[in-house]
């Protein structure tokens, strides 16, 4: 009898700390989602890993995402004290004549550097970065030669190169900066990397880009983010944590996203790139956030983020809502 509690100790002995070792690692086992897009990435932004890479060094047109490099550059110049956020901004005879999703600038009206981003950041507004891209170098295609530069700095690869500081594709006339042979390419991973970078040197960046809405100073015009994962927008996209980054559509490109969320000091980006829907986008970010929180997050962080938010997604069919006097983004 002895002996026979004596083994059941000892193979005791053996298990528990093996089990033990299994649940305290089973939340960083988690399966890959299958995501429908032309190229995806994860990023975990504390270590700088990729967690998850479908095409990610696969060139391809970004849309409005490459206006996260336009930010970049307009907030080296802020910090630097080059530029301020009060500064004033005379509309061009071109900004004022840009296409695609605009503010309705008009060539010689007066603007704030700060209306400017922030209409550029939360409304992805074409015409308003024409509009910095000028003030800032003087012209769009200075402003361009200062975005190449600035992606070789920050160690971009050279499949990603910028044609103009809107996004806007070849060939459709929404800038002068473009010409036939010349086309804005990024690849999720440099995407990615751009984002990070901006979130680490510019960390102001996420209070802009966490706004639902933004006044347009003047105007009384309520301008509506195109990111529906806002936690703040609510409906069946929103998820908990996202505070930015930036949304885009061209026919080219497809619709994409670049999105990041944090839970429990766990910072993640998703860069979705060339969906068939602006459903979509959010969709597949949702399942690499989803997988990544898995991977990232402890049992008992998940638990506590659980448990904080229990019940505050029971949304089903929504559209997100915006002011009766706001613009919104049908494309985007």
């Not at 990435?41 to 409005?64: E, F, Q, R, W, Y």
């Not at 301020?84 to 600038?105: H, T």
């Not at 080219?252 to 670049?258: E, N, Q």
Request: aromatic share 8%; hydrophobic share 40%.
């Amino acid at each position: 009898m002895n002996k026979r509690w004596l083994w059941i100790g000892f193979v005791l002995l053996i298990i528990v700390p093996l089990v033990a070792v299994f649940i305290l690692n089973i939340e960083r086992v988690a399966f890959k989602p299958r995501v429908d897009a032309r190229a995806v990435v994860l990023m975990d932004i504390t270590t700088g890993h990729i967690l998850l890479s479908k095409n990610g060094d696969m060139p391809l047109p970004p849309a409005s995402m490459s206006k996260l490099m336009t930010e970049l550059v307009i907030l080296d110049e802020i910090k630097s004290g080059r530029r301020a956020w009060d500064d004033e901004v005379v509309i061009s005879d071109n900004a004022g004549n840009v296409q695609g999703i605009n503010i309705d600038l008009k060539p010689g009206e007066t603007l704030t550097v700060r209306e400017l981003f922030q209409s550029m950041a939360v409304y992805s507004a074409d015409d308003a970065a024409v509009a910095l891209a000028e003030h800032v170098a003087g012209s769009e295609k200075a402003f361009v030669d200062r975005m190449n530069t600035k992606a070789k700095e920050i160690g971009l690869s050279s499949e990603t190169r910028f044609a103009n500081a809107s996004g806007a594709e070849s060939g459709s006339n929404l800038s002068q900066a473009l010409s036939p042979d010349d086309e804005t390419m990024m690849t999720a991973v440099d995407t990615a990397k751009l984002a990070a970078h901006l979130i680490e040197h510019h960390p102001d960046i996420l209070t802009t880009s966490s706004k639902a809405q933004m006044k347009l100073s003047g105007r009384g015009l309520y301008l509506s983010n195109t990111n529906w994962m806002l936690p703040s927008i609510g409906g069946p996209y929103s998820y908990e944590g996202t505070d930015g980054l930036k949304a885009g559509y061209t026919p080219k490109a497809g619709y994409c996203f670049t999105g990041t969320a944090e839970k429990q000091g766990s910072r993640l980006i998703a860069v979705v790139m060339g969906t068939d829907s602006k459903e979509a986008r959010f969709e597949a970010t949702r399942k690499l956030f989803d997988y990544g929180f898995k991977k990232t997050l402890t049992w008992k962080e998940r638990l506590d983020d659980w448990f904080l938010n229990a019940g505050t997604t029971a949304a089903l069919l929504y559209t997100p809502g915006i002011s009766k006097d706001s613009h919104q983004l049908a494309s985007l």
